[in-house]
């Protein structure tokens, strides 16, 4: 089929889908979408909490536990190992397939009545305050990672040890501070760089050891500000530095960032890529309008599939990744995933599941089903003959489409469209949604899209920012337990939790690094190391070379251009949108520049 232009049902913008996606949705049997790649995007990411952790007691002991599901979300929980256990059978809540209702609405019922997983944590050790995790071993406050070790305040992690306020690292080592880093280690608050260690405050740095303040530098050692000194001399001056003054921080990090505003950017940051597009992506090929991929191929308009190894072949698949096909509009699903459709949080090799979620353990053929663990043949938790099962569910998506669920903004969900986002159990400010696409109270409520309301918080604080040792050698080991008032004091948009306590491991690693105390809660730290990060949806630019010069003329080249002293000409996509400052280049210009 030829590509066609259409009219997003929820945005109203037009938008093209092409004839790969046609091909593609064809080859797994879905009518094309009536959302734009964003809105599909923005909806799946409602019915992910990120981050956010409660207490509340457990439906099944009244045990009070951890949870990413709010009292105020109409979930269920059971305890982790409660939940896996042969105590209870969620097919006792199956239910027959009622035709004079929408099955949104019939799922949703569904939804409330089973008791889920309070936690999404596969073969933990060590580590009870971690969510969305695999093989975790002693890491503490740590989500969306695989084999994190000894990790902290981090998410999207893969394969990384020791590692400490970090956001999309893999296979890195005692860095601190880092965003999108492969094969790094003993670094602090760098920014997309690739097998280099001893690096502080260093952006775009491949190959290189011992650099401070350094950007777009290709094997080098023993810089500072991106002039060459000798070994004495650097290490002489990194001590002049002394980052492990809070204040001294502060300035030399306004300083660092000043700096690298002077140097261009690659319009698309990634490495050993073939045929992509997006922004984030390494050692992938065929993957389009994608953001946070890592080692896959043929992903068409998906985010953050970075744990390893990589996946293949998946349409709108958002979060996780671990080895899986076929997958079209999912949500933290992965692990071996094959043919699945329209789920959350299925896992550990199931296959050609259909509006599912928590369903694991190598289930097959499921329609609507919640927290099925090794069955087949089932719709709305209930057993079918295979027969049965496969003319029921084209019964049901012949009467999804002939009677559709209508959301409160009269928006149409057919066959072939994710869950409603007005259906999701968690608030829009705790979700993925809130990092992308920020919205107040009331803006999300316009929407008819729930609000979770901050918890009454009874505490006392112990310190208060300005009470706090300036230098890391004057922190005395009675800070630990104690509570430290966040500078944000909730006054953020950034899930503050207005308050945050200093743990032993924490402290021995900001003494053997050298780095102050933090004045910002996890959250806020999170949300302000995620500013570096390009938004998600991708403009249509020009290379900002300009002959000799950047067009600001900030950056002066080191090199004559194949356009020579003519402005380059190519044009591309990418998410730095042009109200950004950072200069931007083709990645031509750009490799003559760095290599």
């Not at 810089?223 to 809070?246: H, P, R, V, W």
């Not at 730095?576 to 200069?583: G, H, K, L, Q, V």
Request: with cysteine.
């Amino acid at each position: 089929m030829e590509a066609q232009t259409i009219s997003c049902q929820n945005c109203k913008k037009d938008f093209t889908i092409e004839q790969e996606d046609f091909n593609f949705y064809e080859k797994i049997k879905v009518p094309p979408p009536t959302f734009c790649p964003l809105c599909r995007m923005k909806r799946r990411f409602v019915f992910r909490n990120e981050r956010m952790l409660y207490k509340r007691r457990s439906d099944f002991s009244g045990e009070e536990i951890f949870t990413a599901f709010s009292p105020e979300s109409g979930i269920k929980i059971f305890e982790k190992d409660i939940w896996l256990s042969d105590k209870w059978d969620p097919m006792d809540y199956g239910a027959d397939y009622d035709f004079s209702k929408p099955f949104f609405t019939q799922f949703f019922e569904l939804l409330k009545k089973v008791p889920l997983k309070n936690l999404n944590v596969q073969n933990g050790v060590g580590s009870p305050f971690v969510n969305n995790v695999t093989d975790p071993k002693n890491s503490y406050l740590v989500f969306n990672a695989s084999n994190p070790e000894d990790c902290m305040y981090g998410h999207a992690i893969n394969f990384c040890k020791w590692c400490v306020d970090v956001s999309h690292v893999s296979k890195c080592e005692n860095c601190y501070e880092g965003f999108w880093l492969t094969q790094c280690s003993t670094s602090s608050f760098c920014s997309q760089c690739e097998n280099s260690f001893n690096m502080i405050f260093s952006k775009n740095c491949f190959g290189c050891q011992d650099c401070f303040g350094c950007v777009n530098l290709h094997k080098k050692s023993y810089c500072i500000f991106n002039k060459q000194y000798t070994k004495d001399e650097y290490i002489q001056k990194i001590k002049d530095f002394n980052l492990g003054s809070y204040t001294n921080l502060q300035k030399t990090k306004k300083e660092v960032f000043d700096f690298w505003m002077k140097f261009p950017n690659k319009f698309l940051q990634g490495t050993q890529n073939t045929n992509v597009s997006g922004n984030y992506i390494d050692h992938s090929k065929d993957i389009k309008n994608s953001f946070l991929i890592r080692e896959s191929q043929n992903l068409h308009y998906c985010q953050y599939v970075q744990e390893l190894p990589g996946s293949k072949d998946c349409f709108d698949y958002s979060v996780w990744g671990d080895n899986n096909q076929l997958v079209y509009e999912c949500h933290s699903c992965g692990i071996g995933t094959q043919n699945i459709k329209f789920c959350v949080l299925c896992q550990e090799n199931v296959h050609d599941l259909e509006y599912s979620v928590f369903c694991l353990g190598g289930s097959e053929n499921l329609f609507g089903c919640i927290g099925l663990r090794k069955k087949s043949y089932c719709v709305l938790n209930k057993q079918y003959s295979k027969e049965e099962y496969k003319i029921l569910v084209e019964k049901i998506k012949k009467q999804m489409s002939e009677m559709p669920y209508v959301d409160k903004k009269g928006k149409v969900y057919k066959y072939g469209e994710f869950f409603p986002a007005e259906l999701s159990p968690h608030g829009y400010n705790e979700t993925l949604a809130q990092e992308y696409f920020p919205l107040s109270r009331d803006e999300a409520l316009a929407q008819g899209i729930k609000w979770v309301e901050p918890a009454e918080r009874n505490y006392k604080v112990d310190f208060e920012i300005n009470s706090l040792p300036d230098d890391i050698k004057d922190v005395q080991d009675d800070i630990l337990g104690k509570v430290i008032a966040c500078e944000h004091d909730g006054k953020c948009n950034q899930l503050c939790t207005t308050a945050f306590k200093i743990i032993p491991d924490e402290l021995n690693f900001y003494r053997k690094m050298n780095l102050p105390l933090p004045r910002l809660c996890p959250n806020c730290r999170t949300f302000e190391r995620l500013k570096q990060r390009t938004g998600i949806e991708l403009y249509k630019r020009s290379c900002q070379c300009d002959g000799e010069n950047s067009k600001n003329n900030l950056y002066r080249n080191t090199i004559s251009h194949a356009h020579g002293s003519e402005p380059c000409s190519v044009s591309f996509e990418t998410s730095y949108s042009p109200d950004r400052p950072e200069i931007v280049y083709c990645e031509k210009c750009y490799q003559q520049e760095v290599y």
